[in-house]
């Protein structure tokens, strides 16, 4: 690690570490009642409940899996005493920001008005290379539905991304583009059609 962390190599090559992780298992949060988790994560995420059990840390909540719909999986602990807080979180360092889950870019336009039907408010940001509505959940937690703009294969993603970096930092752009994405995909040989998305503002203040 260098003084200067910005100068640290952006990659998808495998670091010279101890350990190699293979991949995201599941991300466990504390949640409020189970009533109001099943009804925001099955009912209007779509997740199916796919485990209900003991909390075997603590035998008086329970645990709660649902599967985000690649078989990774997002797991609540919650208690029936436990009220939901749909007021926004205080973040400060180790909090989580945001979850972000995948949805399919043909049925944007259903899942905005998905949203709209069941009274969940949204935003909607054009990111560069990915497309996203933010919304939150029963406990104020902050979650993106994003679309790539492009198809990207799961194993080669992290190639597309640090090879899109490199592309942006050499056209001394602010952030990554779809056109940085586009030019990555052809680099590396993937091919894949642009998809078909609403022009919306980046958000960032950097347009």
Known sequence: MSDDPSTEPVTA???DSPIHVTGTDHITLIGSNEEETIEFYRDVLGMPLVLRQPNLDDPDSTHLFFDTGDGRII???VRDDRQSNPQPHRHRAGSVHHLSFSIDPE???EVKQALNDVGR???EFDRGIFHSLYTQDHNGMVIE???DKYDIPNDRRGEVLATAQRLRVEDGSDFAEEEHLAAA???LGIDSDPVE???APTGSGVE
Request: net charge negative; aromatic share 20%; glycine share 10%.
């Open 75 to 77: 797991t609540f602990f």
């Open 121 to 123: 408010g949204y935003n």
């Open 145 to 147: 539905l994003s679309t």
């Open 13 to 15: 090559d495998r670091p």
């Open 197 to 199: 998305l609403p022009d």
């Open 185 to 187: 995909l052809d680099e």
């Open 107 to 109: 049925r944007f336009g």
